[in-house]
């Protein structure tokens, strides 16, 4: 019986079905592409090129780490470090003379930017030729002394270089002329010029630091034996006996086999898989809970709708138990289909958003989308149980009343929520308020993170209290709505007796407003302050960028001779990672070189206590930018726990704290401290400030001949900006579009199936003798109140969650463009009226005589 009313239900409630059906589908999608992000992220690996015949690589870990007990177990937080990790050269020796190694060649790589006859060029250690297998040897020459070179022969045949050609070549470590001494086989890794060992170290700009050792067995030794060896050897895993609550990762010596040794060749491809993890299991949760949410709110919907049908089943004798297993396989019929009608969808998705992270560079191009049926069963899995849940939860009531009391029920409204769900929604807004109250007390980071969560106790609330706002709603703008005559008369009457129905409605549009202006809003702050800060913070009157890795070493000193030039100030952009709490989050910082006392001629960062000038008097000295220092709760004198962008662990005294860190840098740093730390030890820029009445014209063609320049305006400075940063707010932007979009439809989606059960009312109201004109403008009239009412509640949600947040993150109000605002309101009120306008037009091409075939 109740699998043959399943099916009625399903045959002749179209309409009920389609809406189910596209929340579930929706649903699915959504679940589905985070699913895959998320196992992207778990299982993203590189095949190795350059190590490939090197079974055995020893390089440092590129995160820094923190272990802390929590009761029994041991908890490990972990962030990649923003610049390459490297290891000490020395333990090459002790490798080698293991009995099981063959060698153990040292390797390590910087880039040679074009000059003169010469390319772009990688950088290595001659002892690093042979890494590549047994062909990458030397073919002619002989190996390179202290001031030569050997170049790949195919760079060396394309630049038409020989044997005992001269050239003149910068590195990181100083600019010089070297003869070329050899030439070795073509690099699958492109043009490549080896040093000697010793010059190679000191051009590296990290001397006596490298990037990875290959390890060779000797014959016989297993890949197995070697790597158990070369384990013992380096004392395991580091960080393994760490105690509790102890850094354990910073450069923390590590030994791989297999795919693992991928990741030495791509030290990126760490921050992309924690990227990933965050977009798909952060962000994931999220949107699995908002779709689950409208999932289960739609289900309520289409099931309240049949109220009737219940009470007529109740009548003529059907149990609690046979409705509720009616709901039961109405949903095992539609669910299962829906969410994988939802799986291609999904994946479309999820290759998109992937692909666009690979484009920005967020992702090396090399990790490919694993696309696994985990996602996709818990996809169909998630939607399920939702319609199970919500179809057992809105059919509870009228399945347990008697007959009599059902039917009277499905007639008219009740008049007011039940006490259980007004007191869940109070808990869910109280819970709301209390989690943005806190968040005001919080630094950026971890009041960012908050923000969601409040947007979800918020939304919770809503959905219970939907009702109650309903008829606040139809009560405060009730008076204006009469005053449109016949139809805003209707409307008004309408959605006082139908608060349950304007709730449906309601919700979605609420949803729509507080996921989208919080994520939008949130970016437009930071992009907003940031702005400010560089237009209010660079001073300088130049801004010399670099044409290719960055600019060579002494390029500031170069730049202090040109005439006319007063101060020039180079800037080295890095990054240091430090503990927030319990978690460990990276900071975007300005290594500086030059005099820190003319720093404020080129930068005027609003400082608010201490002195840039004692900046590098002392090695170990810090600037802070106020959100920093509060997340730090240090002031000036007090040592800061940091480590720089390799994982170096450093506590250097705070000298000075400043308000414009956001789009400048959240630290600044002596350039002497943190160059050694770096992937490439150049200057990103040179900030320079013209001397009284010098010819400005003149001036930046003096600086434009230096090498490797590119001279712009203060303008030039955000050239350069945060790739976090950048990416960070292309993520919010998508997000924002994913549940927007959702929320969106998802409210088409309600609006249409609250109308189209609206037969028997339009039917009667025709009957009455009301045109079809006053119909729609009551229907209209009704889709403004919507509109305006979900604009309203969603902009008060917005609005608690981001105060808190923008204070932490960017030390500013929220800053809301009105091309963000408006585009926003009209689209919420243009899907209201199209989303009810459209099947109105439908029901009104029945007679008024078709009421009978509306009671059916």
Known sequence: MTNGLARSSVRFRPASFAGTLVALLLGAAVVVACGVLLQTGLTASLKPARYADTPVVVAADQAVKIQRKVGTDTETTEEATPERARTDAALAGRLAALPGVAAARPDSAFPLPASGRAPALTGRGFAALGIAGPGDTLVEGRAPGANEVVLDADTAHAAHIAPGANLTLTAPGGTADYRVSGLAAAQQAGPTAWFADAT??????????IDAIAVQPRAGVT????????????GGDAGAKAGADAAVGAGAVKVLTGDDRGAVEHPDLGGARTLLMALGGSFGGYATMTAVFVVMSTVALATGQRAREFALLRAIGATPRQIRRT????AMLVAPLAAALGILPGIALARWWFDQLVERGAVPADVRLDVGPLPMLAAVLACTLAALTAGFLAARRPSRMRAA????????????????RTVLGLVFAAGGIAAAAIATSLDGAKAAQTALGVVMCFMMAVALLGPWLARVAAAVLGAPLRAGGAPGSLAADNTRANARRLASAITPIVLVTAFCGTLLIIQSTVRHTSGENVRAGVTADHVVGATGPGLPAGTAERAGRVPGVDTAVGV???????????QLSSAPVLGVDGDPARLPKVLDLGVRSGALADLGRAPDTVALSSTLAEAFGAEVGDRVPLWLGDGTAVRPAVVAVYDRGLGVGQALLPRTAVAAHVTAGYDSQVLVADAPGADRAAVAAGLGGLAGAAVTDRAGFVAQSDKAMEVNGWANTVMAAVLGGFAAVSAANTLVMTVLDRRREVALLRLAGTTRRQVRGMMRWEALLVASTGLAVGAVIAAVTLVPVA???????????PMLALPLAAGAVLLCLAATGVPVRALLRTRPAGLGAARQ
């Open 572 to 582: 080295l952009r890095t990054g240091v990672v430090y503990r927030n709490g319990d």
């Open 200 to 209: 190679a170290d000191r051009l590296s700009g990290h001397p006596g630091r």
């Open 807 to 817: 204070r932490g993150v960017a030390n500013s109000a929220p800053y809301v463009p």
């Open 327 to 330: 709901i039961a396989a109405e």
């Open 223 to 234: 890949t197995a034996a070697l790597a158990a060896q070369v384990r013992q050897a380096v």
């Open 405 to 420: 009391q059902a039917l009277g029920e499905a007639a008219v409204e009740a008049p007011r929520p039940g006490a259980v």
